[in-house]
Every structure is written in C-alpha cells, then in structure tokens.
C-alpha cells in the first residue's frame, strides 16, 4: 500500500491540474472560438445569462440533448437527467421531445448503427451469438407497443428526510410507442438453458469516472419479465429513431418496472443462472427495504429487495397547477393513470382535500403496459383556493396514498397523489 | 480491495498522454487564436468586431468566479468558504447539480463520499475531506418538513 499511495496522491493531484488546466484551456479557446465563430453568434445565442465560459463547451456538449422541449427541467447535466411537467405530458403518447431522460453515465459517441452488435451470452445460454440490429429485423417478427416507463426514483423530492440522488418530483414517466422484436424470440432463437433466471444488460455508454472498465450500470428483471410478450429489443420509438439520450439506437424496454432495466445504447443480454449482479442491481440501488421502516432508519444491504412493478399511480396533464376560473365555470380535467404490470380499474377525483371523491372516465390500455387515459367534468362551488387531487386504484383494489408514502433510504416509489391548485373567482 | 500497480501505472500513463495532447491542442488553439486576430491579413470580413470580441472575452473572464446573492454564478453553487474545493474534487466528474439538489447531515455526506469512493473512483480526500464536510454540512443540510409540502405556483394564469 505504501508504494501505491504516492501513486494515488499523484494521480490526485493530476486531476486537480487537469480541472484548472481544464478551465485555462476553456478560457483560451473561447478566444479561439470568438474569433473562429465570431463573437455575437456565440455569445448571444449560446450562452445563457448565468453560465459561464466554463460552460461554453458544456454548452456544445448539450448539441445531444436538442429536440427536448425548452420547458423541461434539467435536474442534472453530468449525466443528464431531465425530467418533464405534469402538464407538458398531456399528449396520449409521449413524443421524443417530452420524454424524460436518466442517465447513470456518459452515452456513447459517434454511433453507427449499420455496424452495432447486439451480443447475448450468459452461463444460462446454450451458445452465444451476434446479432446486427438488420438481422434482428429480418430474423424476427416486428412488433410495437405503447409502453409506460417511469423511472423508480420518480417522485424522490417529497421523501422526508431527503433521500439522495436526483430530485424528481413527478416528471420521470413517459409512454411512448417502442417498436422492436419480442426479446422471447430472440432468447429462444439463441437457446437458454433450464437453470436460467434472470436476464442482465449491458450498454455502450461510459462511467462518469471516464474509466472504460467500469460499467455505468448494468442491471435487468426475472425470466418470467423477460419472456413476455411486451419485452422488446426496440429500435424505434415513435417511429422514428430513438433518441440519442433515450437509448439511440438499440434499447431493451421493459413496461411497468423501474426504468432502468430497459437498458440504453443495448450491446449485450446476459443470461444468468442467478440474480444478475451487474452495476446497479445490488447495495440499496433500485431497492427498498424487504419489510417497511420508520422515516430516517437504517437498513442493512441485506435487508434491501429489488424494486419489480411498479405501483399505480396517476397524474394530472390539463390543466396546468395554477389555473383561476370565474365563478359557475366547468372544468374539464383530464390526465394519464398507469399500474406496473396491473390495469387501472378506477380513478377518482377530490376537490376537498380528499374528504369527498368523484369518480372519473376512464379508458382501457391500448395495449397491456401502456397508461390509461382519464378525464372527468368539474364545478367548483364557491369562490376560493381549491386542490385538486387525482387517485388511481389498480386492479388488485390498491389506490394511491394521499401523503408521501413509506419512506426508504434511496427514495423509490413515491405514488403519493398528484396536486393540482386551482383558484375561482 | 486489491488494486494491480501495473494497471494503475498504465491508467496514470494514459493520462499523461491524454494530458500531453490536449496541451498540444491548447497550444494549437491559442496559437490559432492569435493568428487569427492579428496575424491575418483579410479575415477582417469575417470577424468584423475584434475589439468586441476581447471584451466579451475579458467581461466572461470575469464572470467565471462573478457571485450573485451568495451564489457562484458559475457552478450554482453557494459560495462559502471550502467552494473551490468542491469545484476541484467534485466537479471533475460530475454536474454540481448533483451537490445543489441534495440535502443531508454531516454523516450523510460522508457516506455519500465513502460510497463514491467504493464504487465511483473518487479518490482519497485527504486533509480536504473535513473541510469539504464542512462545507456541504452547512450548506446543503436538510430543512425541517412535514409529510407533504403546500404546492408552489410559479405563476397563477386564467383558464378559458
């Protein structure tokens, strides 16, 4: 260890350098670049009142993340994760513009899918085998569905105490239409095993570390998830191209779990004859406590199970939070309602505070794993502040909670009802 | 954890190289730059305003470390005593959004450190980590909250 340290301490203080070099090297290439672009272009367009030149060629890093609506909110920009209003996700299915994004790491660069390969090995394969994303479309059937992802730690900002990572309020959900081949008949083409249990990803794109050994994240679901008919090997979504920071231009997508087993910038399935153990699946990461614990506890590794369905949950897209009304003016409120691997058997809607519930219109799924599309007429008696609360019930008869609901160490799985303000006059 | 010096050695090998090279392109750049503004004759067409363009340089210059009611406008971050020691061991990886969303305790933060350094490759803090502590403990601990927060309307609109 003696040897080592003075290594680590240089390489420490390399790193130090290279952040101040960093910023040297910032600050004269931006004259490089005023004199290459010219200074009025680059400076009026590009670079927001409160950045700075550091953020110049942040700014030229941000060019993957064009085609996202202006109005969404960048939580974070290394990595990106970005996520979207309640009222911006009204359209019935998302386009790529309001999609959430949320990125572990780094995604890949320079990207051609003519040359990607899709690589599935495993201990629980019969052979391994490589499959260009042409010869996954002219070797399997194609097919498409509207598929309801929402990232587990979607709702985190509301846990008390806070729970670390990114603070997500609602935003973190989509359902768009992914277009690909099932991953059943993939497996089944390259032959599994009898031992087989879990599948696991693996994607192309870098740790924040910059270390290329070291895999961002890495995680994946049970057999039975995998083989179903909705699990696909997507390379459209919408139909057009995945989007660079969804997954461009392979994605695993699996509907109504945790988003993050639908594995982005897709080049190799695993089969394993265990619970995969790749980055991400293990420690607290996208689990919560086996047996529930009071706000703020401790809970061992062990004591942590993996996050599998989703719960239901439901927000309001129309109106906007903030909306006043005239006295004796109907309201017209409609939103989206979604349940892991469930259906939404009802949803209800309380402008008191949850004393009193009316119950909603509401639509069955295009498609299993795709939300549910709801609306409902309101009056709104007297003059005054009014919230506006949405609750979903799911097939089993669960509904959502009206407060925050059981805290856990990393924030997962908020479904607290959706709020919105309304004001008559 | 085992650690292989070899594998050390030719990860610290590949950055110095990768050092080395952008030193080179700095250079090139900055030479490019000069040239550019002085030394060649003709592209006044194209770069039109070149007094404009020193003193956007020197304004943003001056922007870089520029605080704004207590806030870095640069990184977001509150500016207090310990801040360029989050912009060093910190912001080499990852956005100081990452630090400006979160709240925790001390001891929250530690952990958090001791979990990127297991998992992250954060390296060993050394005498800094106390006083990164410090800095992250005073100013991004948690506030008192109840069970739901009231909602916040940024802007109340008519509906039609």
């Not at chain 1, 670079?47 to 974070?76: M, R, S, W």
Request: proline share 5%; aromatic share 8%; glycine share 8%.
């Amino acid at each position: 260890m003696s040897e080592k340290k003075p290594l680590k301490k240089l390489f420490h203080e390399r790193i130090n350098s290279e952040v101040s070099r960093r910023s040297f090297l910032k600050k004269s290439s931006l004259a490089g670049l005023t004199a290459l672009v010219g200074s009025k272009i680059v400076f009026a367009n590009s670079l927001p009142k409160n950045y700075t030149p550091l953020a110049l060629l942040e700014e030229a890093a941000a060019f993957p993340i064009k085609g996202k609506h202006d109005d969404l909110v960048i939580l974070n920009d290394r990595p990106w994760n970005i996520e979207t209003p309640a009222h911006l996700l009204d359209d019935k299915v998302t386009p790529a513009s309001k999609m959430f994004v949320r990125n572990n790491g780094l995604p890949p660069e320079n990207i051609d899918p003519n040359s990607w390969k899709l690589k599935i090995g495993g201990e629980s394969v019969k052979a391994a085998k490589e499959f260009s994303i042409k010869e996954l479309k002219a070797k399997f059937k194609t097919y498409s569905y509207q598929l309801t992802l929402e990232c587990g730690g979607n709702g985190r900002a509301e846990f008390n105490p806070p729970a670390k990572g990114n603070q997500w309020t609602t935003g973190a959900v989509s359902c768009a239409k992914w277009t690909g081949v099932r991953l059943r008949d993939v497996l089944n083409d390259v032959g599994i095993k009898d031992d087989a249990v879990y599948i696991g990803y693996y994607g192309a794109d870098t740790h924040l570390s910059g270390d290329p050994g070291k895999n961002t994240i890495s995680r994946g679901v049970p057999m039975a998830k995998a083989l179903e008919d909705e699990a696909l090997i997507a390379w459209a979504m919408n139909d057009e191209d995945i989007p660079l920071q969804n997954g461009f231009p392979l994605r695993l997508v699996f509907g109504g779990w945790p988003a993050s087993t639908s594995g982005k910038w897709l080049n190799e399935i695993v089969v394993r004859n265990k619970v995969h153990d790749g980055a991400k699946m293990n420690g607290t990461a996208y689990r919560v406590p086996c047996e529930t614990v009071a706000p703020g506890e401790k809970v061992p590794d062990e004591k942590m199970c993996i996050i599998e369905s989703m719960p239901v949950k439901s927000l309001i897209t129309y109106p906007k939070s903030g909306g006043i009304l005239k006295l004796g003016q109907k309201l017209s409120l409609r939103g989206h309602a979604w349940a892991g691997d469930l259906n939404v058997k009802s949803l209800e809607v309380s402008i008191d505070f949850g004393a009193s519930w009316k119950t909603a219109k509401i639509e069955s799924p295009v498609n299993r794993l795709a939300w549910q599309h709801w609306n409902i007429e309101l009056d709104f008696p007297e003059r005054g502040y009014y919230e506006v609360w949405a609750k979903a019930t799911n097939s089993n008869g669960k509904s959502q909670s009206m407060i925050v609901p059981g805290w856990n160490p990393k924030g997962y799985l908020n479904n607290a009802c959706h709020r919105i303000a309304i004001k008559v006059n | 954890m085992q650690e292989d010096p070899i594998k050390e050695l030719e990860s610290y090998k590949r950055i110095v190289k990768s050092l080395k090279l952008l030193a080179w392109a700095s250079i090139l750049l900055v030479a490019g730059s000069i040239w550019f503004s002085f030394g060649s004759p003709g592209l006044d067409l194209i770069i039109p305003a070149s007094k404009e363009n020193v003193i956007v340089k020197k304004d943003i210059q001056e922007n870089e470390d520029q605080v704004v009611d207590g806030i870095h406008l640069a990184t977001g971050l509150i500016d207090d005593t310990g801040i360029e020691l989050i912009k060093q061991n910190c912001l080499a990886c990852h956005s100081s959004k990452l630090v400006t969303q979160n709240r925790m305790n001390r001891q929250g933060w530690k952990e958090t450190i001791v979990w990127m350094q297991e998992t992250q490759k954060l390296w060993d803090l050394g005498e800094s980590e106390s006083k990164i502590l410090d800095y992250l403990a005073k100013n991004y601990a948690p506030k008192k909250a109840g069970r739901r927060k009231n909602l916040v309307i940024n802007e109340w609109y008519e509906i039609d």
